[in-house]
């Protein structure tokens, strides 16, 4: 029974083995060839990036404080249908009447994560300073600050309330919180970047990127550009002007990696990059 026991544990792992080799040779056969275009610079300083950053991000910026306009407004509509200050033919009555200020509510919850989205894209091409701790953390939080002045309200009123009936008031509370909640969750950056990351990762000489992506590589053989065609070349400062917001973590780490094997081999202890954008910048070089 033993000796069967091993032989099945045997087979299993030469099974998961052969299996590992063969998703390996597949994954060999769908690399394709690349093809590149060279990107030329814009910035020739600091000053000139941050322009274009801010220049690239203000689009996304204006459309999200025009979403998040709209979003109050319906939560404002909500309310005046709510109590009744503004009635049409279907919200004098029951269903008509629930239905229209919960629509509101979800339409309100729909344009605040649009808009949150696109703000956490704007963060992303024109970070703020890390240095100003109060400017980050509202730049960088704002989606959920406007989630609360957008539902916060609504739910205050509600609950304050004595003419409304109390099975009313419940079921507005639970919607109202429910898509607070929702907005909270989808409107946070749970990986944001400082703009004096961004700085740091602007003196690479030469990195690739896609047309579509939104990081780019220190590496053409990068596993996330295996079934990429053509790629756009160029220095990371041209990728950050033209939207690629970080560089490519695996990419990172094995730049990281490479710079620790080459400190090893040098004489002394203090040949070792001193911090971690250098030692990606010197492994992405070489």
């Known amino acids: 029974m033993a000796t069967d026991n091993k032989n099945n544990a045997a087979n299993e792992a030469a099974k998961k083995a052969l299996e590992a080799v063969n998703a390996k040779k597949a994954a060999e056969k769908k690399k394709v060839e690349h093809t590149y275009t060279q990107v030329g610079q814009q910035s020739t300083n600091k000053e000139e990036l941050l322009a274009i950053t801010k220049q690239n991000a203000r689009p996304y910026r204006i459309a999200a404080f025009i979403l998040w306009a709209l979003a109050i407004a319906c939560e404002v509509f909500a309310v005046l249908i709510f109590f009744h200050k503004v009635e049409f033919k279907f919200t004098t009555e029951n269903p008509g009447w629930t239905i229209a200020w919960i629509a509101l509510l979800v339409l309100d919850l729909i344009l605040v994560i649009i808009a949150s989205r696109l703000w956490v894209k704007a963060n992303h091409l024109d970070p703020a300073p890390a240095t100003n701790k109060t400017k980050f953390w509202i730049h960088n ?127 002394g202890e203090d040949k070792a990059p001193e911090t971690q954008g250098e030692a990606t910048t010197a492994a992405a070089g070489n």
């Open 141 to 267: 939080n704002l989606g959920v600050i406007i989630s609360v002045f957008a539902f916060v309200p609504f739910i205050i009123l509600i609950l304050t309330n004595k003419d409304a009936d109390k099975k009313s008031k419940t079921l507005a509370t639970i919607v109202a919180a429910v898509a607070l909640l929702i907005a909270g969750v989808s409107s946070a950056d749970y990986n944001p970047i400082s703009q004096e990351e961004m700085l740091e990762a602007a003196d690479i000489d030469t990195v690739f990127w896609t047309a579509s992506g939104t990081v780019f590589h220190a590496y053409d053989d990068c596993q996330h550009l295996n079934h990429t065609v053509e790629l756009l070349t160029g220095t990371s400062t041209t990728a950050i002007e033209n939207g690629k917001t970080r560089l490519c973590k695996t990419c990172e780490a094995r730049a990281l990696k490479e710079a620790e094997e080459i400190a090893e081999k040098l004489p």
